[in-house]
């Protein structure tokens, strides 16, 4: 994992420039194939068909995700950005609801796992993905439409747009592209936008490395919960799949009947997760996360429940989707017209923190990895609130201006 997040880190810095140079349909196309290549390691694998496979997937989540996020952006209005970031994040997190839930009745009750039961894991998983790739074919291909605040009020300075339209004119070559979209995600980095939205990304990071690799290995090393505490890691994660696809569905489809704008659903995620936060807190032994492979004896403040632990996962996934639809949605939004760019920095720095995170979650007690979430998610929170006042007057001066 270490890996992985290191190298898609990085590539998050190349990845506008591949999109800019073969589009975002063969970048996905290309990049699914390198997850397939990925996946079908794990049918016979060997140690350095691991280690280069974790490079290869580490470059094709980088481009995978910033071509995502152009093809989203392209295929949205201002008017239903929200809706298919919602429908987007919801189809996303299938994955993890089936994958656990396979997993958990397939091998529930085992002690060991044989070569035959991972062979048809990942030999079906790799088949999934083939043709996943190819699906990407089918996504149409529409042409971003000119809105007033592309013409009148651009988030990158005049230099770069007449770059742009120079480079458009002049039908430049594949350097060129690659090198202005380069040029365009370094300074999208630094524009006010940007950097106030990067506290909330930072926060999903932080929360997808303690969701996705802290929590259910503490549930799976409380001796409380008897033998069937490894089993409730799977279980675990079919619960966060039930909050992010509830989250993805619920937000994307009344996205037109929100009246009060995504401010209203990231404070319901900041919510969720501090309830979330506060109930593991009581429910958990401290030394979870760092306890060793026969597990912890100790308990928190109160009687270890499976439910509670359980309704915390629920809880974690359900916040997590109110996250990340409305930071698909907000820079989907405002970063119109360099989305592909603007979605490389938004991985970019979610990566870095998720490894970040990675890294001290081997070494803290949950309390204080906790007190980080706690602090984290309420800077997060009130940087997007922020970005969204800004993205809000941006567009009343924009449609003052074009009376």
Not at 39 to 49: E, G, V, Y
Not at 203 to 227: K, N, Q, W
Not at 319 to 331: H, K, P
Not at 361 to 382: D, E, K
Request: charge should be negative; include cysteine; glycine fraction near 8%.
């Amino acid at each position: 994992m270490s890996i992985i997040y290191g190298v898609f880190s990085a590539s998050n810095l190349i990845a506008p420039s591949v999109v800019a140079v073969i589009g975002p349909q063969l970048a996905m196309f290309f990049s699914g194939l390198l997850y397939s290549g990925y996946i079908a390691m794990f049918i016979h694998p060997l140690t350095w068909t691991f280690y280069t496979a974790s490079v290869l997937v580490g470059v094709a989540a980088a481009v995978l995700w910033t071509a995502q996020g152009n093809l989203l952006t392209i295929n949205s209005s201002d008017a239903t950005i929200g809706r298919n970031s919602g429908i987007f994040w919801a189809l996303l997190q299938f994955s993890m609801f089936f994958g656990n839930l396979y997993v958990y009745v397939a091998w529930h009750g085992k002690t060991h796992i044989s070569d035959k039961d991972r062979q048809t894991v990942f030999i079906s998983l790799t088949v999934i993905s083939l043709v996943g790739s190819f699906l990407f074919f089918l996504i149409q291909k529409s042409e971003p439409e000119a809105t007033p605040s592309e013409t009148s009020d651009p988030l990158l300075p005049p230099e770069t747009l007449t770059d742009s339209s120079t480079v458009l004119t002049a039908a430049p070559g594949v350097w060129v592209q690659a090198l202005d979209a380069f040029k365009k995600a370094l300074k999208l980095f630094i524009t006010k936008e940007m950097l106030l939205l990067s506290a909330c990304i930072a926060y999903t990071g932080l929360e997808l490395t303690f969701y996705s690799g802290v929590y259910g290995t503490s549930i799976g090393a409380m001796t409380v919960f008897g033998d069937e505490a490894k089993s409730l890691i799977g279980l675990s994660g079919i619960c966060i799949g039930i909050g992010e696809i509830l989250g993805g569905g619920v937000f994307g489809m009344l996205n037109k009947c929100n009246r009060f704008g995504r401010n209203a659903v990231v404070l319901l995620g900041m919510v969720t997760h501090y309830v979330a936060f506060y109930l593991i807190f009581l429910n958990i032994a401290p030394d979870a996360p760092i306890a060793p492979e026969e597990g912890t004896h100790l308990q928190a403040f109160i009687t270890p429940s499976v439910e509670v632990a359980l309704l915390c996962s629920f809880l974690l996934g359900l916040g997590d989707s109110c996250f990340n639809t409305q930071l698909l949605s907000i820079v989907g939004h405002v970063f119109r017209e360099d989305s592909a760019p603007a979605f490389a920095v938004f991985k970019f720095i979610q990566s870095i923190m998720a490894a970040v995170a990675f890294l001290y979650s081997n070494y803290l007690l949950l309390h204080w990895q906790l007190l980080i979430l706690v602090a984290c998610c309420f800077l997060g929170t009130l940087s997007f609130f922020l970005s969204e006042w800004l993205a809000a007057q941006r567009t009343r001066d924009t449609d003052y201006d074009s009376i």
